[in-house]
């Protein structure tokens, strides 16, 4: 069974670009969620989605942070404009249907440096 | 709100020590609890859960019990190895999953 798919795995950009993400779930799965890792910290959820709609988004940056997932299936995370602190790993993770119990897995992340 | 709270590392053993890295929780509800692991270069793994208290979730000689009274989810092994190096993550899902901030292990021969 594919797992989840990021990309791109490395991004370095300027302060002020733009950026965005890819993420193609697992097939199948109806919850995906955007994490942000920055380094030495734990993740911190940004967006959960279920289906095509928006479960959660209060970790949002919603001035410079926009997410979609428009046939429910894959996801794009975009960042405009970018600061220094948007600095780390962007991780997008799926699961089957939402539930306490259910398991979520992760892609491998995009690394984002912005100098 | 909910939280998650884990032992500072980094965290050097020898081979064939004993683990242990602790985790206490802060929960209104009755979150289920997940270990996941991450070794260098590679994505988020979950390792165990538990979903109910006194639950012990296993997997890969690594052991933790849910622990309503100390609210606690404390990960262990009884022999650890070189491959065992990486960063674990405590974690609880409640109406989200919140993450700890991480573990790093480092195994020595």
């Known amino acids: 069974e594919a797992g989840v798919a990021q990309s791109p795995r490395y991004k370095i950009i300027e302060k002020r670009q733009s950026v965005a993400f890819w993420c193609n779930p697992i097939?199948?799965?109806?919850?995906l969620y955007w994490y942000q890792q920055i380094l030495g910290q734990g993740p911190k959820l940004l967006i959960q989605?279920?289906?095509?709609?928006?479960?959660?988004d209060s970790q949002l940056p919603k001035d410079r942070f926009s997410a979609e997932r428009l046939k429910g299936v894959d996801s794009t995370l975009k960042i405009q404009p970018a600061k220094l602190e948007d600095s780390a790993v962007y991780l997008c993770?799926?699961?089957?249907?939402?539930?306490?119990?259910?398991?979520?897995?992760f892609g491998q992340g995009t690394r984002l440096t912005v100098v | 709100g909910n939280s998650v709270t884990q032992m500072e590392g980094p965290v050097t053993l020898s081979e064939e020590a004993f683990l242990t890295i602790n985790c206490t929780y802060t929960?209104?509800?009755?979150?289920?609890l997940f270990w996941y692991v991450q070794y260098p270069g590679e994505g988020l793994q979950l390792l165990l859960k538990?979903?109910?208290?006194?639950d012990k979730g296993s997997n890969k000689g690594f052991e933790a019990t849910y622990r309503k009274e100390t609210t606690s989810f404390h990960l262990e092994k009884g022999s650890v190895q070189v491959s065992d190096s990486a960063v674990y993550f405590c974690?609880?899902?409640?109406?989200?999953?919140?993450f700890g901030p991480g573990t790093s292990l480092s195994v020595i021969p």
């Open positions: 993770a799926s699961s089957l249907i939402e539930g306490m119990n259910t398991e979520a897995f």
């Open positions: 097939s199948g799965h109806a919850t």
């Open positions: 989605f279920q289906n095509n709609g928006v479960v959660d």
């Open positions: 929960a209104t509800g009755y979150p289920s």
């Open positions: 538990a979903t109910k208290a006194d």
């Open positions: 974690a609880l899902r409640d109406d989200k999953v919140i």
